[in-house]
T-cell receptor, first 111, second 116 residues
Framework: TQLLEQSPQFLSIQEGENLTVYCNSS?????LQWYRQEPGEGPVLLVT?????EVKKLKRLTFQFGDARKDSSLHITAAQPGDTGLYLC???????????FGTGTRLQVTL | GAVVSQHPSRVICKSGTSVKIECRSL??????MFWYRQFPKQSLMLMAT?????????EQGVEKDKFLINHASLTLSTLTVTSAHPEDSSFYIC????????????FGSGTRLTVV
């Protein structure tokens, strides 16, 4: 069974602070996606990384896929209250395969 | 962009009754759809993979007779929770894979099921 462990599980920070969320597994994935989910809604895709060592930036968010494609990180610079939500990583083993979701990181950004 | 519509968004039903949840891909065809369950403050757990025109593939521990999945067309999959009990209360989410995009998974907005 493939497992994706995220850390931390919960993070409460003030506006303007930086943070990093980690997603780790003992399994190799061909792709790694990051989603953000708000209460009562479905997850919304933030980014897909597919190459070991790949780094992608989305405004204040930086995503990295580990060289061995077993882990990933999400770094948020100067967090804002609008970043509040549940962040989920999800690994896939092919372009059409089912996704394995990580355990989730709940982020709360306060003023 | 790709849109997946899930209906209803909320449903309350009595114990012992059945509830059907629909998942539609509005602007693309999806040969494969996925059904997830999410408990409060937890991550998504894959229940089954729904394949158009064939039987669904259920994850280990998921009762196929309790969670009936039908994927009769390229744009519609349904999940029926049969003989629902309070422990079936949960947030159910579907996703559809867009054929023309690698890694193109789009999620519905979820269905909050409460069994009383």
């Amino acid at each position: 069974t493939q497992l994706l462990e995220q850390s931390p599980q919960f993070l409460s920070i003030q506006e303007g602070e930086n943070l990093t969320v980690y997603c780790n597994s003992s399994s190799v994935f061909s792709s790694l996606q990051w989603y953000r989910q708000e209460p009562g809604e479905g997850p919304v895709l933030l980014v897909t990384v597919v190459t070991g060592g790949e780094v992608k930036k989305l405004k204040r968010l930086t995503f990295q896929f580990g060289d061995a494609r077993k882990d990933s990180s999400l770094h948020i610079t100067a967090a804002q209250p609008g970043d509040t939500g549940l962040y989920l990583c999800a690994g896939g083993t092919g372009t059409a395969s089912k996704l394995t979701f990580g355990t989730g990181t709940r982020l709360q950004v306060t003023l | 962009g790709a849109v997946v519509s899930q209906h209803p968004s909320r449903v309350i039903c009595k114990s012992g009754t059945s509830v059907k949840i629909e998942c539609r891909s509005l602007d693309f065809q999806a040969t494969t759809m996925f059904w997830y369950r999410q408990f409060p403050k937890q991550s998504l757990m894959l229940m089954a993979t729904s394949n158009e025109g064939s039987k669904a593939t259920y994850e280990q521990g998921v009762e196929k007779d309790k969670f009936l999945i039908n994927h009769a067309s390229l744009t519609l999959s349904t999940l029926t929770v049969t003989s629902a009990h309070p422990e079936d209360s949960s947030f159910y989410i579907c996703s559809a894979r867009e054929l023309t995009r690698d890694y193109g998974y789009t999620f519905g907005s979820g269905t909050r099921l409460t069994v009383v």
